[in-house]
């Protein structure tokens, strides 16, 4: 019996490894994608001054949500060693990677004490997502996970993973734990939040979950109670954003994340396997933290999707982790302790069930497996298997032989999102800005620039109103070039046609 038991652990222990090792592989090359470009920009701007950094996308004096305790460590990293940014977001990566996979263990833990849960539970949470391929900072799919490891929201995410290791232990020891315990854990729920918002959301409906799940004693409500203001006069003093004003923040983001509410089948259908686990859990007991998890989850981005805040789509972790976690404990627990399941004439039930997830688990893995071509060249790869490769973005460090730090460079949406990462500024962010009141303005003059026709006269008064030194567009012939007129000239060429121009003063 013990050997039997014993081989899955080792399969699902070694797969476990195998993935965690490609992983690291991948924050060796660091794929170019999404955010990237936002997050080394503030750790640009904090290598510069820890005090009062600016704006990371843009020349102003604004706070900005991306300044959390994580970036501060991050910059002060920079500052001290002399590395480069990318080289900081690496080590920063290897430490989200190792908070990430060492919190799903402990917390995992608190569900099972079979000896493959964890490996499996992590096996379940990178794979069973669904077979339409997307990536989104926040959410936990092999892919995704490759292009976001050195984003906040993966050290967000595993701080989350111990918090609720920490807070289930605390909530069974109930009022024996000290008092230290209980503001450590505020002070650790702060930090989610600050260090990403919409990852430390997803921490709260789990901690909630976890809590009510316990049905505690009033002594313990009242310790968790002076937690959570522990954490809300972290919140409240943080000095680099003001984290309160964020819940008036709409409007640009809640259309940034109407893509959320598509395809959600597509991307979904193999959580479905943890929807049935759920479902036993719950039969099995009414006040499992889990299904707690799940409902709660489930209730934020069903409100969020019928209200048109799309932004609380971002709250999908909550759903999916606790439907992915319980499959992977799901598999072990009617494996190693069957119980009605090892009964004669439910034991083929059994079998179906542990056939069922690895199955998923496989076509999970196949849709994902795009994901080996971040490190191994796409020409040695298998056709079938290069045909899921995504090409990762270029950036834009050809133009950094000419273009300085603090330097303006006049951009469009998509080269604005990567050329701060190198210490310049755009005159538009890139991404929605609530902090910055002229966003607007800022992006009309873009618009204004770079319309066809536009006049000498309205592109120089731009120019001296931003201190713009540069401008990157596609060159002439590509239509983006064309018609910029006498005031700029051509000094380098990049990928894609682009050409980076030098403002002619």
């Avoid at 499992?288 to 069903?302: H, K």
């Amino acid at each position: 019996m013990r050997g039997a038991l014993r081989r899955p652990s080792v399969v699902a222990q070694v797969s476990a490894v195998l993935v965690v090792v490609l992983l690291l592989l991948v924050i060796a090359r660091l794929p170019w994608a999404g955010d990237l470009g936002m997050h080394a920009a503030t750790v640009q701007r904090l290598r510069h001054d820890l005090v009062d950094p600016g704006n990371p996308l843009v020349d102003a004096d604004t706070p900005s949500p991306y300044y959390s305790p994580w970036m501060l460590v991050l910059g002060c990293v920079a500052r001290v060693t002399g590395f480069s940014v990318f080289v900081v977001l690496r080590i920063g990566a290897v430490v989200a990677l190792g908070l990430f996979v060492s919190g799903v263990w402990r917390y995992v833990r608190t569900l099972s004490g079979h000896p493959a849960a964890p490996a499996l539970s992590l096996l379940c949470l990178v794979f069973l997502w669904g077979t339409s391929l997307f990536t989104w900072s926040g959410f936990l799919g092999l892919n995704s996970l490759a292009l976001t490891v050195s984003y906040p929201s993966v050290f967000a995410l595993g701080l989350a993973f111990h918090f609720w290791a920490w807070l289930a232990g605390a909530v069974r020891a109930g009022s024996v734990r000290g008092w230290g315990v209980w503001v450590g854990l505020g002070v650790l729920w702060a930090a989610i939040l600050l260090c990403h918002q919409f990852s430390g959301v997803v921490a709260s409906l789990g901690a909630l979950a976890t809590v009510v799940a316990a049905r505690v004693g009033g002594a313990v409500w009242w310790r968790l109670g002076v937690g959570a203001l522990v954490g809300v006069g972290v919140l409240w003093v943080w000095p680099y954003y003001d984290f309160f004003a964020l819940v008036g923040a709409g409007g640009d983001l809640e259309a940034v994340h109407r893509g959320l509410y598509r395809d959600l089948v597509g991307r979904y259908w193999l959580v479905s396997v943890g929807a049935v686990a759920l479902a036993v859990r719950w039969w099995r007991d009414r006040w499992d933290p889990l299904v707690l998890f799940f409902v709660l989850g489930v209730v934020v981005v069903g409100v969020g999707g019928v209200s048109g805040h799309y932004s609380w789509g971002r709250a999908v972790p909550a759903v999916v982790i606790p439907a992915q976690i319980a499959a992977g404990v799901g598999v072990v627990e009617v494996w190693g302790r069957p119980g009605w399941l090892g009964r004669p004439g439910w034991r083929g039930l059994r079998g179906v069930w542990v056939g069922v997830v690895c199955g998923a688990l496989v076509v999970g893995g196949w849709t994902q497996v795009g994901t080996v071509g971040y490190v191994v060249p796409r020409g040695v790869l298998p056709g079938v298997v290069a045909a899921k490769y995504r090409v990762p973005w270029v950036g834009y460090h050809w133009v950094t032989p000419w273009v300085e730090y603090g330097d303006v460079v006049m951009a469009r949406t998509f080269a604005a999102r990567q050329i701060p990462a190198y210490g310049a500024y755009t005159v538009a962010p890139g991404y929605p800005d609530f902090f910055l009141p002229d966003e607007g303005r800022r992006g009309e003059a873009v618009r204004r620039y770079f319309a066809v026709g536009a006049s000498e006269g309205v592109r120089r008064g731009i120019v001296r109103a931003y201190g713009v030194r540069w401008v990157v567009d596609r060159g002439e012939g590509d239509g983006g070039g064309r018609g910029l007129g006498s005031g700029v000239r051509v000094v380098a060429r990049g990928p894609g046609g682009q050409v980076l121009y030098e403002v002619v003063r």
